[in-house]
Each structure stands twice: as C-alpha cells, then as structure tokens.
C-alpha cells in the first residue's frame, strides 16, 4: 500500500513539472530539468525570511484556482 501511495506521489509531481511547461522548454532534457530544480531549491534554502516559498506557494494557488474556474467555465 505505501509503495503505491508514494508511486502516485511522484507521478502526481511529474505532472507538475509537466504543468509548469519544463518538459517542453527544456526539450525534455531530464539535466536540463533536475539542474533547473536543484537551482530553485538552493534559492529557496537561502531565502532566510522564506519570501520566495510563500511566492512560489501564491503563485501555484492562483495558477491551480485559475485552472479550477476555467474547467468550471468549460464543464
């Protein structure tokens, strides 16, 4: 049951990578990719205040409501 949980965790994280549009500005270049996100999480670890976690976390809340409101809007 775990491995199956933590299996659908990672596919559901890859699809955010997918979301986000790396996989096609980086031509799916999987270094091109973990190289982007090692960047984003050593800002993040030098953020003290953590200004850009809480950027990163409103960002993502608007695009997944923006999201929701036009899957609303279509359905």
Do not use: S
Request: hydrophobic share 40%; charged share 35%.
């Amino acid at each position: 049951m775990q491995r199956r949980e933590r299996t659908r965790h990672l596919i559901e994280l890859g699809g955010l990578v997918q979301k986000a549009g790396l996989v096609d500005l980086t031509d799916d270049d999987r270094a091109t990719i973990y190289g982007a996100l090692l960047e984003l999480a050593g800002r993040a670890r030098n953020d003290d205040a953590g200004d850009t976690l809480a950027l990163w976390k409103r960002r993502g809340k608007r695009a997944f409501d923006a999201e929701e409101a036009a899957r609303e809007g279509t359905a």
